[in-house]
């Protein structure tokens, strides 16, 4: 472990020495969206998993809310109340939310990380809801 931690040092002293610190910057995470099922009959519920890749300890996705648009026209916003952010607080990185869809369609399903209004980060999945009873109309 010494020699590992050495041997940083010895990196960052050279790139410091090159002035190529600068250069090294902490990757923005990245969020990733799941719907399960991706094909249904109507009526449909769907469920959305959203993942917040990569990113440890960056300060702006602490705590963000979240913003969950449908693509049949409805939205949501999902707020949390946390306590103020300290160096080396956990980042949620886990979102679920589940929707219905009683109508046949192609629907784009959009999450975003938000920070006031600000968006720090997007995702988006596609879920196509096939006829089935919801689409039947009495005669």
């Not at 769907?46 to 979240?66: I, M, Q, S």
């Not at 869809?101 to 997007?122: C, D, K, N, Q």
Request: net charge neutral.
């Amino acid at each position: 472990m010494r020699r590992l931690l050495a041997g940083l040092v010895l990196v960052l002293a050279a790139a410091a020495s090159t002035g190529k610190v600068s250069a090294m910057k902490v990757q923005k995470p990245r969020l990733d969206l799941r719907a399960t099922p991706r094909v249904a009959f109507s009526p449909a519920n769907v469920l959305l998993t959203a993942e917040l890749v990569g990113g440890d300890e960056v300060e702006e996705f602490y705590c963000p809310a979240l913003e969950w648009s449908w693509g049949d026209g409805g939205k949501s916003v999902q707020e949390s109340d946390c306590p103020p952010f300290q160096a080396g607080a956990e980042l949620a990185r886990h979102f679920s939310a589940e929707h219905g869809y009683r109508h046949a369609g192609e629907y784009e399903i959009t999450i975003r990380l938000r920070r006031a209004s600000r968006s720090l980060a997007m995702a988006s999945a596609r879920v196509n809801v096939r006829p089935g009873l919801g689409d039947i109309s009495p005669d």
